[in-house]
């Protein structure tokens, strides 16, 4: 039985936890756990050559009658690399992601910005890039019209921004962008991850769920870390009804761990508005 109730958010379940095998199993291994939607990690095997493999992905994702969201290729990929061919091809990926994307009816495209891999390397630059490069971006997609959502990535050495500049980024942006806040890199760079979602509210259009240590980005389930969760669920609670949640656990986590914390995450606000402690 689905969870999907229209009068409150969706509740995703990352390919994260099933990267490596065959894309259309993991889907349809998804589908039966109980997934309100699927968000399609574009990485490992399963993906290579995507670009190529577009009308078989589109058929054969189609026919399993799912709703899908879209994780841009994130592993070699680095939007503000010093390396000006890696910049290039990296945007060359995630064009032909918007355009599966649309092809697929995707409800939001998460787009990383970027890594400032080395101290020597000049973080102000680095900005400027992710800047052009969304830029960049948001004009390929008036041609598909997706919902780009900007995720906070890296820790206290390679994320671009600090909170408050990662809260400002979009300002300067047209609505086709949105954010997408990752409660587990936000602990990773010590950030106030309740008042980071109040922060972004307006253009908050979907959240990564996981856990950690607090030191390396485990991806764990809920309450298997440090952090605290009954502040984010707060917020949640009165975040826009159509909020996209995102249960992004690690590789190898068994669906059944999936299933039953979207089954807890499900209620935690009632239609009527209740709201409940089972988290």
């Given at each position: 039985m689905r969870l999907c109730r229209k009068d409150f958010m969706k509740i995703y379940f990352s390919e994260l936890c099933l990267l490596g095998n065959n894309v259309f199993s993991n889907v349809d291994q998804m589908i039966a756990a109980g997934a309100d939607g699927i968000e399609l990690m574009m990485d490992g095997p399963g993906w290579d050559r995507f670009d190529v493999r577009m009308d078989e992905f589109a058929r054969e994702l189609h026919s399993r009658k799912a709703v899908y969201s879209v994780?841009?290729?994130?592993?070699?990929?680095?939007?503000?690399?010093?390396?000006?061919?890696v910049r290039q091809a990296a945007i060359q990926s995630l064009q032909y992601s918007i355009e599966l994307s649309a092809k697929l009816g995707a409800e939001h495209v998460v787009v990383h910005p970027g890594f400032c891999m080395s101290s020597c390397f000049d973080k102000e630059t680095a900005k400027e890039r992710a800047?052009?490069?969304?830029?960049?971006?948001?004009?390929?997609?008036?041609?598909?019209?997706?919902?780009?959502?900007?995720?906070?990535?890296?820790?206290?050495n390679t994320s671009l921004f600090t909170q408050e500049e990662y809260a400002a980024f979009l300002d300067e942006f047209p609505p086709e962008a949105g954010y997408l806040v990752d409660v587990g890199h936000a602990c990773l760079n010590g950030w106030d991850i309740p008042a980071l979602l109040f922060a972004v509210k307006d253009r908050l259009l979907a959240v990564h769920l996981h856990d950690n240590d607090g030191i390396s980005d485990q991806h764990l389930p809920m309450h298997q870390?440090?952090?605290?969760?009954?502040?984010?669920?707060?917020?949640?609670?009165?975040?826009?009804?159509?909020?996209?949640?995102?249960?992004?656990?690690?590789?190898?986590?068994?669906?059944?761990?999936?299933a039953q914390d979207a089954a807890a995450l499900g209620n935690l606000v009632s239609p009527r508005g209740e709201t409940v402690s089972d988290l």
């Open positions: 994780h841009t290729p994130v592993w070699d990929i680095n939007l503000t690399s010093e390396n000006h061919f800047r052009e490069a969304l830029w960049e971006l948001l004009d390929f997609n008036k041609d598909y019209g997706m919902k780009l959502l900007v995720e906070n990535v890296g820790d206290k870390g440090v952090i605290p969760w009954e502040p984010v669920f707060s917020v949640l609670q009165s975040a826009r009804p159509d909020l996209h949640l995102v249960l992004e656990y690690r590789n190898g986590t068994p669906l059944p761990q999936l």
